[in-house]
């Protein structure tokens, strides 16, 4: 009976230290694409982008939305602005490269169109983001991606 005791009480202790060191303490779960996107609109302004569907992710980065889990997208209202927010949710990590490699077409697409035109926006393009944690794809184009990243990063604590 003592045995079994120290045996129970063992296993506790490993379990309750796996659990601690483990990529969520203290949350336990992945964020949403909703909570992320809720920590994105409280880190910046986003009523100067316009959210899109599932035509328009296929159109600019070749993704279709029944390959992906789940995304949310946002684009400037106007062809002369260089914003955008994309965050994509994979259903597999190896699904991960491929995402973050269509947007890095966009990203090239999008260098040669403006580098010429409009500069300040090339300058928004240079200094985009693009990342991934978890089964998620972070990728923005703007003013505040410093912000927005870190809003990313925090919708994990």
């Known amino acids: 009976m003592i045995k079994r005791s120290m045996l129970m009480l063992a296993l506790a202790l490993v379990i309750g230290l796996l659990s601690a060191c483990s990529d ?3 949350t336990g779960k992945v964020p949403t ?8 609109e409280k880190a910046t302004d986003l009523s100067g982008m316009k959210q899109q569907d599932a035509d328009k992710l296929r159109k ?10 789940d995304f949310v997208l946002y ?6 602005k260089a914003d955008e927010l994309a965050i994509i949710k994979v259903k597999h990590a190896s699904e991960t490269a491929s995402v973050m490699e269509q947007i890095k077409q966009r ?21 985009h983001v693009l990342r991934s944690k978890g089964p998620f794809v972070l990728f923005t184009v703007s003013a505040n991606a410093d912000r927005i990243e870190e809003a990313f990063d925090a919708a994990w604590k």
């Open 24 to 26: 969520n303490a203290g």
């Open 33 to 40: 694409i909703t909570g992320l996107t809720e920590h994105m």
């Open 60 to 69: 600019l980065y070749g993704i279709e939305a029944d390959d992906i889990e």
């Open 75 to 80: 684009t400037a209202t106007s062809n002369v």
């Open 107 to 127: 990203i090239q697409a999008q260098t040669v169109k403006f580098k010429d035109y409009r500069p300040k926006e090339y300058y928004l393009i240079e200094k």
